[in-house]
């Protein structure tokens, strides 16, 4: 799969309202309130172009949620184009985008390529594929279930652990408040930061990829040791 169709997307410009997830390019709206909100989605939902494409609408008290894509690796030029449409359909409506609303939970389970189960994830939780190491919700709104595989070398230490996909701008924040919650860093790298709580049950805050190729600042004085 190609990285080119996100990262031109990242790159281009007038698409400044929307957050690149794991799961695709999305966006959260504030729309006053629920009326308002429905009347925003039926608006995108005619945006030319948009129908068939996978998009997922979420229509909350005071918010629409737009995301473009199932996957990350789905976008394409087009998107961008969309983007820019919806974004103007909601600035047409008064609705102002908040992008630090925007976040996407994922689900990693850890295990050696001969005990790779996708299979008992998609028909347990009744998801589907949409590649070949993940699991999704086909309504759009549970979290995904990704595969990890690991080196075969390397002894299995926490089967599961959390991945929490944000904007770029908004992972320092979500990790202060993590650590201001008893959370420990334990890893880290310039788009990520690898928590335990006090159980050891591990958590990553991900910049990535809307924050790739701009590293973060990295508070090091609360790395574990």
């Known amino acids: 799969m190609s990285e080119q169709g996100w ?10 309202d929307w957050v690149v997830l794991h799961g695709g390019a999305t966006a959260v709206f504030a729309a006053g309130s629920l009326a308002d909100a429905a009347r925003l989605a039926g608006a995108v939902a ?18 629409l949620t737009v995301r473009l894509t199932r996957g990350l690796h789905q976008l394409q030029q087009q998107h961008v184009d969309l983007a820019r449409a919806v974004s103007a359909v909601a600035r047409a409506h008064g609705a102002v985008a908040d992008r630090a609303r925007v976040q996407e939970v994922q689900l990693a389970v850890s295990a050696q390529a001969d005990a790779i189960d996708i299979g008992f994830w998609r028909a347990v939780l009744g998801y589907t594929g949409l590649d070949d190491d993940n699991a999704v919700d086909p309504l759009g709104h549970g979290s995904t279930v990704w595969m990890q595989q690991l080196d075969a070398a390397k002894p299995l230490r926490h089967a599961m652990h959390v991945d929490v996909s944000v904007a770029r701008e908004q992972a320092e924040l979500r990790l202060a408040a993590a650590l201001q919650a008893g959370g420990r860093i334990v890893d880290q790298s310039p788009e990520h930061w ?4 006090r159980a050891g049950n591990r958590v990553c805050i991900c910049a990535w990829p809307d924050g ?11 790395r574990a040791g």
Do not use: C, K
């Open 46 to 63: 005619g945006v030319d172009g948009l129908a068939g494409t996978g998009v997922v609408l979420t229509i909350a008290d005071d918010r």
């Open 7 to 16: 990262r031109d997307f990242l790159a281009a410009d007038g698409v400044e």
């Open 194 to 197: 690898t928590l335990t709580d």
């Open 212 to 222: 790739a190729g701009t590293p973060a600042a990295v508070p090091g004085s609360e």
